[in-house]
């Protein structure tokens, strides 16, 4: 199915790879302006291949979502570039992995101002520009973990659940102001951050009677969803273009599992 998001700005943080770059894909064949942004230089290259592949006008810019002064530079060039901030798809996330009594506190604070803070200034930041349009929409990437914690990870289910705090709080203000404000909740997603969770949730449950080779942890894991499939970034971009669109006008404050039925609620 395809949406008209004709010459709407859409800015997507997190954009380089994985769910982000698959969110910054399926606006681009609809039509809208992606703003694609991350910290990696990387994110550059993948918006040149979507250009290349549907003509889009895409301006990619390389920015740390936990430095005000970047997040505030990022939509005043996107607002000087295309004139509106329509969609703003706050998505960059880093996750570590440790044991509970051995984690580094610069771990937790990292995971905490990305994942969490980093949200709220590109939402505090993305407001400004729709409370005058008198339209918009926020939607932010939470976790399964922001519904239920997980071993070894207390840091990254502590921001997922404020994720969706964020998310609540807002949409009550800005409501009068037409501007929508939800999340997504993925699951188990074909990325790069779960070749990356496979590796070392496998090392640290890893007992000598059961050692995890490659991918054979989430073999594992997926065989607990009822879909009986991992999730691709493409699924969950046809729910975040909906939540963009003026299907979802009458939807505000809400976070929504895209997980193949492993979270129901």
């Known amino acids: 199915m395809q949406r008209d998001f004709q010459n709407k700005t859409v800015v997507i943080t997190g954009a380089c790879r994985g769910i982000g770059a698959g969110i910054a894909e399926r606006f681009a064949r609809d039509g809208a302006n992606p703003v694609m942004v991350s910290n990696a230089e990387r994110v550059h290259e993948t918006a040149e291949t979507l250009r290349q592949r549907y003509q889009a006008d895409i301006l ?26 329509d969609v703003s798809i706050q998505n960059a996330g880093v996750i570590t992995i440790d044991y509970y009594d051995r984690m580094p506190k ?29 339209h918009g929409s926020l939607i932010n990437t939470s976790s399964g973990q922001g519904r239920q914690g997980f071993i070894y990870t207390p840091h990254y289910a502590a921001s997922k ?26 699951g188990i997603i074909e990325s790069e951050m779960w070749d990356y969770n496979d590796r070392v949730w496998g090392e640290i449950l890893s007992t000598e009677q059961k050692r995890y080779g490659k991918g054979e942890l989430m073999a594992e894991w997926v065989e607990g969803i009822p879909m009986k499939r991992a999730g691709k970034p493409e699924d969950v971009a046809g729910l975040v273009a909906f939540l963009a ?8 404050g809400q976070t929504i599992n895209i997980d193949g039925g492993l979270i129901m609620s």
């Open 161 to 186: 659940m404020g994720v969706i705090g964020i998310t609540q709080s807002p949409a009550h203000e800005l409501a009068p102001w037409n501007i929508t404000v939800n999340a997504f909740c993925p």
């Open 106 to 134: 610069a771990d937790f604070e990292k995971v905490l101002a990305v994942n969490t803070t980093g949200v709220w200034l590109c939402c505090r930041e993305a407001a400004k520009y729709m409370v005058k349009q008198n």
């Open 60 to 85: 990619s810019l390389q920015v740390d979502v936990t430095d005000e002064a970047q997040v505030q530079s990022l939509y005043e060039q996107a607002a000087a570039r295309f004139g509106t901030i």
């Open 245 to 252: 669109s003026d299907d979802a006008r009458y939807l505000t």
